[in-house]
């Protein structure tokens, strides 16, 4: 039933609706932001230029980001990032459609949406259990990422048609118009001030998301796992799959199709997890990393192509329901007031390691060989997952169902 849904969340409903089509302008950007790169140059090192200078301003600014989210209302602080990363990307297409684009000018102009997105993206988690009741967190988490996953798939096909039809200036026009459109819908939401601007302190409020962050075995723990995690998977798949699909299985297709079968999981793992409530969220979520660990094996033997995309989708399965349990516990253990300062530290220990990873996969595979680097990304990863274990609260910890305050608590 509707009313038993987070859908019947007026608030709720606003914030799927904008983050779905945001993520649908992305998908346009992904596509047209490399192609408009080649086009201008023909240069790869050009095109990783411009993807760092997107990803450093975002890891620079997230705890910054984090603490304003948590000082004024979230989908104001939402409001602006889409704003001035859809003002970013509609300078980039009008640079293109003008024919007087350069890299340095694209990649600037991509710095300032990194810096921008590490605003958005504390404030976009945090602001989910103002929109709902605690009981429907999960759910609510669910469809969030289904509306992004499914954006995803759809938005990389019609993108790859349309810039093939037109131009990656198109492509990039329509990623602008879809912030627009964002902005526009989050504004219509009604959620109050998290706490008083007025009477914080900058590296007070620093220190206070810290505290909340190190004082909670699990989380450091888990996010400690997915500094390991992460980098020794993106960079080990992201570098060497690609390769391998070029020796084995048609090159870029092969590899198009791979993903396209995770990202199938990734729908799949949240349709499942809309129906299942397990009640100790962290260890579900902790077994589901360990399906992600078959895909590396898979690509190291290699197997069929067959087998690779059955282990594919189970991997897709496996983030999601990892990626969907996880936020539901942070949104139900961390005091809302604190939890867009604690997911910024969760994001930036997850992420900080992804660009060593994706620097030394090729080195090392060339050294010692692809299989043993697959190998060896896999046995990392099994060992950081499987350490988690080793501490109680991911065990136990479980799952509240009533709905509880998400007044500010009291700073000491």
């Known amino acids: 039933m509707l009313h038993n849904s987070p859908l019947a969340e007026r608030d709720f409903r606003l914030l799927l609706s904008a983050r779905t089509i945001s993520f649908l302008g992305n998908s346009f950007a992904i596509v047209a932001l490399a192609f408009a790169v080649l086009e201008l140059t023909g240069s790869k090192a050009d095109l990783g230029y411009v993807l760092a200078a997107r990803a450093v301003p975002t890891l620079l600014f997230l705890l910054v980001g984090g603490i304003w989210s948590d000082r004024l209302p979230r989908h104001r602080v939402m409001v602006v990032s889409n704003v001035v990363s859809g003002a970013s990307q509609a300078a ?11 890299v340095w000018q694209v990649a600037a102009l991509t710095a300032v949406a990194g810096a ?25 988490n669910a469809f969030l990422r289904l509306g992004r996953n499914g954006s995803v798939i759809v938005g990389g096909a019609i993108a790859g048609l349309v810039i ?24 219509a939401m009604h959620i109050p001030k998290t706490g008083r601007m007025e009477s914080s302190n900058f590296f007070a409020d620093l220190s206070l998301g810290w505290r909340e962050f190190t004082s909670r075995t699990w989380l450091w723990a888990i996010v400690l796992q ?39 999981g990734l729908i799949a793992g949240g349709l499942i997890l809309l ?40 991997a897709g399965i496996g983030v999601e329901t ?33 660009p060593l990873g994706y620097a030394i996969a090729g080195p090392v595979s060339e050294a ?15 060992l950081a997952t499987v350490a988690v274990l080793f501490v109680p609260e991911v065990r136990h910890l479980r799952r509240r169902g009533q709905v509880h305050s998400t007044e500010p608590s009291l700073v000491a």
């Open 116 to 140: 921008s997105s590490a605003f958005f993206f504390p404030a976009s988690s945090g602001i989910v259990p103002q929109t709902v009741p605690e009981s429907k967190l999960q759910q609510a």
């Open 368 to 382: 010692i060989g692809t299989r043993p680097t697959l190998m060896a990304a896999a046995a990392f990863s099994l």
């Open 164 to 187: 093939h039809a037109t131009s990656p200036a198109t492509g990039i026009a329509i990623d602008a118009a879809s912030f627009g459109v964002a902005a526009l819908l989050t504004a």
């Open 275 to 314: 129906r299942l409530r397990p009640q100790q969220i962290l260890l579900v979520a902790t077994f589901g990393v360990l399906l992600t660990l078959p895909l590396l094996l898979a690509l190291a033997a290699p197997l069929p192509f067959a087998g690779v995309l059955g282990f594919a989708f189970l």
């Open 226 to 264: 997915f500094g390991i995690v992460n980098a020794v998977e993106q960079g080990a798949s992201g570098v060497l799959g690609p390769a391998i699909s070029k020796e084995h299985w048609s090159g870029a297709l092969g590899w198009g199709l791979i993903l396209a079968a995770e990202s199938a």
């Open 92 to 102: 980039i297409a009008i640079l293109l459609f003008s024919g007087h684009a350069q």
């Open 322 to 354: 990892f990626g969907i349990l996880w936020d539901t516990a942070m949104q139900q253990e961390i005091p809302a007031d604190r939890l867009s300062r604690v997911y910024s530290y969760d994001a930036l220990g997850s992420w900080a390691l992804v």
